[in-house]
């Protein structure tokens, strides 16, 4: 997920497994794509590659 400082305050942390700090907020790394997509809709959710998978994981803050 990408969002925003704001965004990021209001959404339920419970199923997000790392954050990393971006330019434009926080990319999240989560297993419940459809708790945020049904709870949160304005957010952007990217089916991520595995370049981004390994960054979050290696430098991404655990929550």
Known sequence: MKVS???YQGL???Y???K???TF???CLT???QFYQENYPGIV???GNIDELITIMIQG???
């Open 31 to 33: 297993d419940q794509k």
């Open 25 to 27: 907020g926080y990319r």
């Open 45 to 47: 959710i990217e089916k």
């Open 61 to 63: 803050e655990k929550i």
């Open 20 to 22: 990393h700090k971006d």
């Open 16 to 18: 997000i497994l790392k």
């Open 5 to 7: 400082k704001e965004q």
């Open 12 to 14: 339920d942390h419970t």
